[in-house]
Nanobody, 114 residues
Framework: VQLQASGGGLVQAGGSLRLSCAAS????????MGWYRQAPGKQRELVAA???????NLADSVKGRFTISRDNAKNTVYLQMNSLKPEDTVVYYC?????????WGKGTLVTVSS
């Protein structure tokens, strides 16, 4: 399984960015895709996740600002990030979980300037 993420970059506080992540390889129809983030010296934390059935889970810190969605036909997950804050500046990692195994994409940096 390979995960290709895109969409990171630099944005001003209050702005928006959209992250995308396309999965390829042996993808089962039942899985969970999502985004984690990790600041230097800290543990990787869940930002948002969505099951293949459409159930979502968002971290409290991003509720009301971020939205996660997916296109099952394309094995692609999206993270729409609105009202970005400087504290959202961190590397974001795409994740796919299936059959108890986690797969990770390369991180994409999001920088929010104040």
């Amino acid at each position: 399984v390979q995960l290709q993420a895109s969409g990171g970059g630099l944005v001003q506080a209050g702005g928006s960015l959209r992250l995308s992540c396309a999965a390829s390889g042996s993808i089962f129809s039942i899985n969970t895709m999502g985004w984690y983030r990790q600041a230097p010296g800290k543990q990787r934390e869940l930002v948002a996740a969505i099951t293949s059935g459409g159930s979502t889970n968002l971290a409290d810190s991003v509720k009301g600002r971020f939205t996660i969605s997916r296109d099952n036909a394309k094995n692609t997950v999206y993270l729409q990030m609105n009202s970005l804050k400087p504290e959202d500046t961190v590397v974001y990692y795409c994740n796919l979980q299936q059959l108890g195994v986690h797969y990770w994409g390369k991180g994409t940096l999001v920088t929010v300037s104040s």
